[in-house]
């Protein structure tokens, strides 16, 4: 398994590791809620219907910050089933807390990159939806390559994407707006569902408002949503 993920390990973060202090709950919450509700790379390829024990349209979100609007929409779609992926511990352990307390059930949680996870965890054509939600805008021009949305990551989200499947993003940053227009359109095998140069004319109801972004629109932030299909 070392030395196949090699490969992928050795390719520039879209993040910065970050571990913070965790209160005593969120460390119970991981305790006693990872064997569970938790996603390990190392248990390779996952059958997802086999993981949530019922064939369903499958969501997975990048980056869920504390989980609130993630938890969130999981308890407003029960129909659907939802796996986050998220590197900053407290935030983990948040999220298995509110899991746990509220006992919903169609989503689990994973804390390792992102990308490497979906190369060595998701089987191909088996997500319905990916989400991108406010990802690192990575400003500064010398750090545009760490920015997650690339050609190489559009290639790969259509290989786990069923026919159809959605790609939604949503960032603060309009360059990086602009950015991630740049890079979809010019992928191969997508179809912006606004049409070419569009972006979503208002944040879908689907979509919770989070704390991040209301503080945003509050100091007069845009905020812009773009959302992908495959062909």
Known sequence: MTNELSPI????????????????RQKQALETGWPVLGLNLG????????LFGRNAPVVFEIGFG???????????????????????????????HHIQDKAVSNLRVCKEDAV????VCIPDQSLNTVQLFFPDPWHKKRHHKRRIVQPEFATLLRKKLTPGGT??????????????????????GWENSQGKGNYLPARPE????????????????????????TL
């Open 9 to 24: 390990q050795r390719k520039v973060r879209s993040f910065v590791m970050r571990t913070g202090r965790m209160t005593e």
């Open 43 to 50: 248990d390779g390829r996952y059958d997802l219907p086999q």
């Open 66 to 96: 504390n989980g609130d609007s993630l938890l969130q929409m999981a308890k407003d779609a029960p129909e659907k089933d939802f796996i986050g992926v998220e590197v900053h511990t407290p935030g983990v352990g948040k999220l298995l």
């Open 116 to 119: 490497e996870f979906l190369t």
């Open 167 to 188: 790609f939604h993003m949503a960032t603060d940053w309009q360059h990086y707006a602009e950015h991630m227009l740049d890079v979809m359109e010019a992928a191969e």
């Open 206 to 229: 689907h979509r919770p408002e989070t704390k991040y972004e209301q503080r945003g629109i509050r100091l007069g932030h845009g905020v812009w949503d773009i959302q992908f299909r």
